[in-house]
């Protein structure tokens, strides 16, 4: 849910399955709900935090409740290929080895490895840092924000559900050039943003340490060396929260990420590559999958007229391909537009019109270019996505 502007009424975009997950992690005491920005991007956004333990088991359940078979530690290797379509996937398992065969395939992996495998084209831009967030327990969430107060550094600050109470703070970010010199300083040295997010009283869920990497993630032995940088930069952050914030005296590191977290990997070329023209200008296409109104870097850039963009269908097929689509941070060359598209809740919707879209192309046997788009629309439609293709002047 997104307001950009004093006077735009503030609606939600994004539903479907997105948001079916939200409310099953709101059942499971697992996420702030949407929670109200009261400083902060212009004061009227939300915040949806989420408990990452909580959010790994109600995603695994909800995917069981479906049918769908989950292979887990499960290396994808390469592909069976005749021409541009896929017949099949190789894997290793501790099972051994194995071919999977589809009618068709999603790359969600960030990486693009199945995209690679395949042939697609691509680049890697390596234009981000790489990080490694961790949840900080043994904290005090009050204090911290009574820390930031003291130093006249509140930047963002949102409420929402915690431990089993609403309207809690959820989200602070800080103001860096207003915290005291030596904890900016060390802040600086090891990336870390000053942003936290929680459900629970006493935990910080999501502290992110930042590294550049002199190449792409997609370097097996750099990213060796940057997750060993990162792990070190995650001590020192602690050290710095016992140090110098009241209420962190025992702070320490409850969850890392279990390999390092990238905001770019592979870009694989696709039949429409979304501009930064088309996401500022609000542009829909006549075959838009989602509709989306986010942009982390707001109120800088943002959407005209506190509108939304769509993301067209053909932007997720990956060109010479026949039978694969691509989703998430995969898409977008332009950097300030994938400063919107690569964002959590947009990835989600990509996700959801890329499964439906391989689904339907299985069930029906077709190509993912051949899929009529009217009935893909339908099918999104019934599953609550909204679209604002015939809102918004198409193309
Ligand atoms: C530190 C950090 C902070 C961020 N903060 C925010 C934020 O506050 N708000 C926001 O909206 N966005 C944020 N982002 C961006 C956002 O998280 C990503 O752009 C988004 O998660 C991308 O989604 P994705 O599905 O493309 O990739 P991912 O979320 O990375 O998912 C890819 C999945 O594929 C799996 N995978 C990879 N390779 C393989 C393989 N070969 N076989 C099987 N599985 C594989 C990975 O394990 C992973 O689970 C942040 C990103 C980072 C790195």
Redesign the pocket.
Known sequence: MWKAFPGVEKRQVVKGIPQEIVDRLADAGGTSGHAEMLLGYDYDSVCTAIDTEIYKRVVFEMLDEAGVLVHVN???TGVVKEEGWIKGVTAESHSGHEVIYANAYID????G??AAHAGAQFSEPND?P????IGVGGVDVEQYHAFLESNGAVAHYAEGWRSGKERQIVRLQAISKKLPDEFRAGSREIGM?S?I?TVHDDYFM?V?L?YKMPVSPINRNEAAKAELELRKRQAKAIDLFRKYVPGCEKAFIARSS??L????GRLVTCDYDITIDDVLNGRHFDDDVMAYG?H?NAPRLQIKDGGTYGIPYRALLPVGLDNLLV????ITSNHDAHMST???????G??QAAGTAAALCADRGCGVRTLPYSYLRTVLEENDVILENDLVGSR
């Open positions: 499960t290396l994808l969600t992996s960030g990486y490895d199945l981000y790489v990080a490694n967030s943003a942003v997010t999501f992110k930042n279990p390999s977290c990238i905001r770019r986010f982390d989703a998430g941070m995969l690569r964002n959590t809740v947009c990835c989600m990509q996700g």
